[in-house]
């Protein structure tokens, strides 16, 4: 049963992979890519465009495919809007700094395990690891921070945008993603950067002053992602990392965005600039690509699973006859299989424990022990999301053999559950995102956004010009909230996932490179709207898509 499995991956992750291959993919980008103006023109209207700066996170530094590698930090969207800024007459700097990492394949901070990006391969019709180069993010940049244009920092939430400790101090031993002990707020991605990196965690440069001290004459601050994405990532758990507190994000938030709209620390609003909302990152791959009932299954197989598990559901259904547990309880646990996908069996706390339940129904000593995977599990439904990172463990022997006997977990061992030690730490809920913590995620994002629009209003109603944009319409539309899967641009149909022709990179959660240029693009129609500008718009056919191999 265990050859079941062997492909799971390869079934769930892609969307639109198996029908498209490199060569299709290219011919289809010539034919409908529109000619290009090979001299462009632009003006920056009455915005001043001479020297952009941009505090972010993950997104603005051009992190993708789990990593920070060249090719990402040279078409984050920054650095494209950088580009753009040079065009005729608009007047931007000739050399849009960015702290160089200065490794093709950067290191994957996502696997944690020495790897670099990832790529897409068309043979496996999953993603692959490169061999990563650790050293890169050991080894501080050789700029000076003054001379920084974007203050991108990888995997850091808002407020680590304003606090020393983003920076140091470190004791860990060798410098990598593991935060250090009593300074979680540690990054290594800004120590490698900082103009002065704390000592303390409380004296010494911040993401936000650092970008204070490149003097910009124009701004972009963008944060939130990660505030709810890490979250999200863990099942709605801190396995990966927190939610930020509402509250937390508008102080910090507020206090960036007010900083960057001034000039040399006063109260005088006088530098424009952008602020980007927050997207709905359910709707991204990393949350859509493996679905709920993710285990195919044939008739045989499915046939003697049932045969096999009959006894677990007659002994449920004996606690509600004989007990007095609630029917409507009990078949949110029943276990049936049929030929075709199947739900993912997991570990739900919030259930109740029917271990002191089952000890009343007398049963041989035997026949007990084979209830206890089963005392709080039930089947993932329709109402359930689920991480990519549970796509892995899938299938996994829990007895570690491949004997006759399988115990696969999602299936017939449940998600979060030993068979040496019971229910594991954190159970089941790091492997599936339930109703209500779709909820309390969809409802902090709202917030963040509220805060977002909070600032920039207060911003303009003390006589600044800053503008508020919608880059959630983006992935929204490209999901297909409009009617339409896909988004249209320039002429192409782009799709949102991570699929030759998509707009996400191989991790699911950050965008292409042709993904950072639909945010340029966004940037660019905002600008041009608000201050009678003229910059042209990115080529998206121009950029790569997600990185596939063989």
Sequence with gaps: MKKIFNYILSATLIFTLASCNEDEVLSSWVEQNPEVDTTPTGEAGTADLSNLVVLGTSLASGFQDGALHDAGQANSFPALLGGQFQIGTIGGTTDFGQPDINSANGYNMLANDGSGRSELSLSLLAPVNTTGDLLSILTPWSGTTNTLNNFGVPLTQSGQLVIAATGGPVTD????????AGNPAYNPFYKRFASSP??????????????LGAGGSFFVYEAGINDVALYAAGGGTTAIGPITNP????????AAIHALATTGGTNAYEIEGVVLNVPPILVFPFFQAV?????????ATAGALNSGLAAVNGAIQALVDNVGLDQADADKRFMSYAEGQNAILVIDESLTDLGPLFDLLGLPAANRAGLVPYEQSRPLTADDIVPLGTAPILGVEADGDDTVADTPYGLVIPLGFSLATGIQPGGGDPFYI??????????NRAMYNAALAGAVADVNAAGGDVVLVDIESIFLDAAGFDGVTGIEAQGLTLAPDFSPNGI??????????????????KIISAINAQWGASVPEVNIAGLPGPVFIP
């Excluded at 704390?198 to 993401?207: H, I, N």
């Excluded at 509250?247 to 507020?254: N, W």
């Design 173 to 180: 031993t060798y410098g990598g993603a593991v935060p250090a």
């Design 198 to 211: 704390s000592a303390d965690g409380a004296t010494g440069s911040t993401p936000l002053t650092d970008a």
């Design 247 to 254: 509250a937390v994000f508008e102080g910090a938030a507020d």
């Design 291 to 299: 679905k709920y009932n993710a285990i195919p299954l044939d008739a």
């Design 434 to 443: 339930d109703g209500a913590e779709q909820v309390e995620i969809e409802t």
């Design 504 to 521: 996400f990179s191989t991790d699911g959660i950050h965008p292409c490179q042709r993904g950072h240029g639909l945010i340029a693009n």
